[in-house]
């Protein structure tokens, strides 16, 4: 028998360069089927359920739709808030008083873990609904899914980026270090490597969350690549942990911000970076280091989305509304690698992945812990998708000294 | 009487994503003249010459040249020295050796100097010389230019940047902080205002150079956009200064760091923005508050070069061998506005601007010093090129609720 009644969609955690394609995508496949009577947008995730925020998508026209879903950052805006078991019974209230049968909600690992709970209080509470997550997050973390919408965008911004301050250092000298986000994973520090082009191109280093990192042992690889390249520029991402698993950003911030889900922030702060220049300045005695944290710029930047994450939001969300009516099941819409390079989607249980980290694997990481390896770029390449920019240099051979 | 011999370029000062545009327009103009009898480049300003570190650039296919004029940063390598009487003598003693006799200094307001100072001792030394300047400065600074090359390709990073973080913090709330390059002059953080489209978009607040800061009245000023809109956006330069012209971001670094022309290092560190947010936490009580600074990341970025930045950058290379061939003064070339849009170039004494700073004009800033003018956003929109990304929010109508 057919579920009868409205859906619902919404998004969760940070947002990415392509989160309104899913969005967008869940929205035009939903048109097309009588059984869903009508199609709400909740405005912040959870909180907007609560609060009966609810805007009619229906009444959005398919050319602006279009335009949203080219457009960075969460259209429905988003929320940080994970629902307990009392604010689930609020919004199952909601859910009933609007007929809502069908719930969407576009996130990450922590986004799952509200779909999941949202599932399970739905089934405990006997109200007959689906509920699909649908992957999003820059840092590549979930889990099953071979890579996840959001990250091949963010990843080609961390290149293009790495590729122009390469190049930059090259031509004033000197030691850079660029903060990537990644809290836990290193996936989209590790996306800097793709800026590699000419063998003694930047970035020379890359710290990884997945690596126990050590200032000492950073300053003598900074110092080895200095010298044998007159410059150095350096990935690392904002999660890096000393041998003790704690976060080196922990040591600097005085206040500690943690969220709802009770990650700590480490964005929107210079702390770490300034603390490696200081090392590098420090330790080495070098003169000209500088640091920059990429922090919001990297999510969200307008205009450099790779077509590939594009066609792939799309796509999950597409898929969800495909699995929510074919199967009585609530799950995670997953992307699977099958070819090279092409993919397949799959219905996951949300117990699966649900507040759960996917890790950089290690055959991704090289051995001294401090780059990747090259199966991590043949991993990347494709994802990072067509028209990609390359810059390059110049080769005119060198003059002879008349005076010297 | 033609002025044989061989023709020398160079890059000065901090890179920009077209500088190189400027050098191959130097080259490909200077192989059509017989009496330009070979091109070198000089390798890292005028350090390169005092080393006699030059490359053959007759000998670099065209092929390679186009794709190095697509590429940002200086292909030359660049440098921060500025000669004095001493290195000039030295200078002179390489080129005569070398028997160049027209030389491109492609540089901002400090490099303009340097040529001033190269033109002026080749007079006292008799030695038959022309010594042209090719304006690029991501600052803008550069006095007589309309503009300047390099700027239109880092306002439109900065546009793109804004663009996509005022997305991501409507969509998650708080206060953002954007610490744009721009030691004196605040064009670049301007550029920021390019990114509203709709009236409540941010960047809500532009801080310059220009106008003194004082913390109670940006917090003050935060308050009232955050009660508005429930979150605020703002762009500030790297260079704010105090009532009493001191930096702000002075009075935040221990050990100051200045290159050979006194400016003291601002970029490469998360200290100012660090500063801001602390301010905003402590006298708003707002707990989410965010900043990054812009720093290497937008001088450089790879693959969102504006296109009329590109094909200015070009002629002005172009137009030095040209001026340098068909005057027998040296100067710098300048670019003027004629129309809306069109620009010519002119040649103008290096006396003019060299070491000069332009601001931007009263008209550019609105009353209260804390965003721009819409005259200011006509002066930059052709600039930023065409095939500007635009994002774009959701229209659909509220459902009425239910509940509540």
Redesign the interface.
């Known amino acids: 028998m057919k579920l009868i009644g409205k859906a619902l969609i919404a ?1 969760g955690g ?2 990415t ?1 392509v989160i309104n394609q899913s969005m967008a995508g869940v929205v035009a496949e939903a048109r097309k089927y009588s059984q869903i009577t009508n199609i ?2 909740a405005l912040r995730g959870v909180e907007g359920i609560l ?11 398919s050319c ?2 279009e ?2 879903a ?11 808030v994970k629902p307990d078991e009392n604010y689930c019974k609020e919004i199952f ?2 859910l009933k ?2 007929d809502i049968r069908y719930f969407f909600y576009i996130g990450g690992n922590d986004s799952a873990d509200t779909v999941h709970i949202v599932s399970e209080q739905a089934k405990l509470d006997n109200y007959e609904f689906r509920a699909i997550h649908i992957p999003k997050t820059i840092d590549n973390d979930l889990l099953i899914n071979d890579h996840t919408p959001g990250y091949s965008s963010a990843a080609r911004f961390v290149m ?2 790495f ?3 390469n ?6 000298s000197g030691v ?1 270090i ?1 903060v990537v986000m990644g809290r836990n994973s290193g996936f989209l520090t590790a996306a800097a490597a793709a800026a590699q082009k000419f063998p003694d191109d930047g970035p020379h280093l890359i710290y990884l969350p997945e690596r126990p990192f050590n200032i000492d042992n950073f300053a003598a690889d900074v110092q080895k690549v200095y010298l044998q390249y007159g410059y150095c520029v350096v990935a690392v991402s904002e999660g890096i942990k000393d041998s003790s698993d704690r976060p080196i950003i922990l040591s600097l911030l005085k206040d500690v ?1 943690k969220d709802a889900h009770g990650n700590v922030t480490m ?5 770490l ?2 603390l490696l ?1 200081q090392a590098v300045k420090e330790k080495l005695g070098i ?1 000209r ?9 990297q ?6 989305a790779s077509d590939v994450d594009q066609r792939e939001a799309r796509e999950v969300g597409e898929k969800a509304v495909q699995f929510a009516l074919a199967t009585n099941c609530d799950g995670s819409v997953t992307i699977h690698r099958i070819g090279d390079y092409a993919v397949e989607y799959k219905m996951t249980p949300l117990a699966d992945l649900a507040g759960k980290t996917k890790h950089m694997p290690d055959n991704f990481i090289n051995a001294a812990g401090n780059h990747v390896t090259n199966a991590f770029k043949d991993y990347l390449r494709p994802l990072l998708g067509s028209n ?12 002879a ?4």
């Open positions: 998004q940070g947002p360069a709400y947008g609060n009966e925020d609810f805007i009619d998508l229906s009444q959005e026209t602006n739709l335009q949203v080219q457009s960075p950052s969460s259209a429905l805006f988003s929320t940080r209230k909601v008083a609007h293009q980026a590729s122009g301050i190049l930059d250092m090259r031509a004033l850079y660029g911000e964005s929107g702060t210079g702390a970076g300034d220049t003169s280091v500088r640091s920059d944290t990429f922090g919001y710029i999510r969200c930047f307008l205009g450099c990609l920019p390359s810059a390059t240099r110049l080769r005119a051979p060198k003059v000294k008349i005076l010297k």
